[in-house]
């Protein structure tokens, strides 16, 4: 039977038909006035969802772009950074704050596991350190990092902005900017916005916004805050080509997002990523994650003794699910399953049931129906 492959990777995520609908329209001229209102409703409303009184920028770009602009302008040329690795995005931070010309020192944790909030704020104590970057979700280990936690402990140090890496956790885990102390949030539109993958979108808080002005010319240019915040503030203003119907798709993802509510939307992702990490182990998988602090995005899935990681992968697609490998260390050790975004019960379940049929055809046999009737169990309660 030829199955339609769900895109259970963590990132892009399924696109619903409105949004793709959003994605398809004739691409109008940015000068174009109604193209110009959505655009600054959109940032306004990203603003409004994520709770600061500074700037929302989106732009094209991937998430890594989003990295690079969070830094690039909060710090400059020798300044004291620290980075809190929890997997292979934070480590991503720490070669992009060293081809900076930033003094790095890193605070990384065994995968799986966190860097404990007393640690960061003893290494905050030992350095003025300009900025400390977090993962809020690190996708190579499904690690969800104690941000509110983190954000109480850097308010304490005036000088050190905390630039947190959202791509695997906005829209999904609670981030409210001013309240948590996040000065910069970085993130992407194809993960939990569940949108296709193009642009890169970074919320300022106030002190961030002075810091930058405070560091007068900087070295980048395309990702450089004082360069787009006046189109930002004002879009029929021109600095480089907004990628026109992807700001649309970003609006029509907002406007679900308020239609569903985002403190229920933040409810949803955890009920879901706890029905799918039950049925998961009912099925006799283990999670790389801590218990504790297991993301709601996504689970990182380790095969049982004699599962070929290649083999698993290919027969799950052909049953209708396409899943991502391990990386690093984990790579043919694990897959990562995406459960984030505009996802529903449909997609939890023909996924549960896929991995099913896929086990089964790799010779555990007793395993149909295991998965969906805890995963439906758990939604259900
Ligand atoms: C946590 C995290 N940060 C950064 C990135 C990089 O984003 P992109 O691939 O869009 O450049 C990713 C991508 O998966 C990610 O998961």
Redesign the pocket.
């Known amino acids: 039977m030829k199955n339609r492959k769900l895109v259970m990777i963590?990132?892009p995520t399924p696109v619903v038909r409105s949004i793709q609908d959003q994605m398809g329209r004739e691409t109008v001229a940015f000068g174009d006035p109604d193209f110009i209102r959505d655009f600054k409703e959109l940032i306004e409303d990203l603003k409004d969802i994520f709770k600061t009184k500074g700037q929302a920028f989106v732009l094209a770009?991937?998430?890594?772009?989003?990295?690079e602009m969070g830094i690039a302008n909060v710090v400059k040329e020798g300044d004291e950074v620290l980075v809190v690795s929890h997997g292979?995005?934070g480590d991503?931070y720490v070669e992009l704050c060293e081809r900076k010309g930033l003094k790095v020192d890193v605070l990384e944790s065994e995968w799986g596991k966190i860097v404990p909030v007393e640690e960061i704020e003893k290494k905050l104590q030992e350095k003025n350190y300009k900025a400390i970057t977090v993962?809020?979700?690190?996708?190579?280990t499904g690690v969800c990092a104690p941000l509110k936690e983190i954000g109480e402990v850097v308010k304490k140090f005036e000088d050190t902005l905390l630039v947190v890496?959202?791509?695997?956790?906005t829209a999904a885990e609670p981030e409210y900017l001013d309240d948590m102390g996040i000065d910069v949030l970085?993130t992407?539109s194809?993960?939990a916005f569940g949108v296709a993958?193009g642009l890169?979108i970074v919320l300022a808080g106030p002190k961030a916004l002075e810091r930058r002005k405070s560091l007068g010319s900087i070295k980048d240019y395309y990702v450089d805050f004082e360069k787009w915040a006046p189109i930002m503030e004002d879009p029929s203003k021109y600095f480089g080509t907004p990628p026109v119907n992807l700001i649309w798709a970003l609006k029509e993802s907002l406007r679900i997002i308020k239609e569903e509510g985002v403190e229920n939307r933040y409810k949803r992702h955890i009920k879901v990523a706890r029905a799918m990490q039950a049925a998961l182990e009912e099925l006799g998988f283990s999670l790389l994650a801590e218990k504790e602090y297991r993301a709601v995005t996504l689970s990182n899935v380790l095969y049982m003794d004699g599962i070929e990681d290649g083999e698993f992968r290919k027969i799950l697609a052909e049953e209708g699910a396409v899943v991502a490998g391990g990386l690093g260390q984990y790579a043919g050790k694990m897959f990562r399953l995406g459960h984030m975004g505009n996802i529903d019960i449909h997609d939890l379940v023909s996924t549960m049931s896929a991995i099913e049929r896929t086990l089964y055809r790799l010779g555990i046999k007793d395993v149909l129906g295991k998965g969906v009737g805890k995963l439906t169990e758990e939604l259900l309660k």
């Open positions: 963590p990132g770009g991937t998430g890594t772009l989003a990295m292979f995005f991503r993962t809020h979700v690190d996708t190579s890496d959202g791509v695997c956790a970085i992407g194809q993960k993958p890169a």
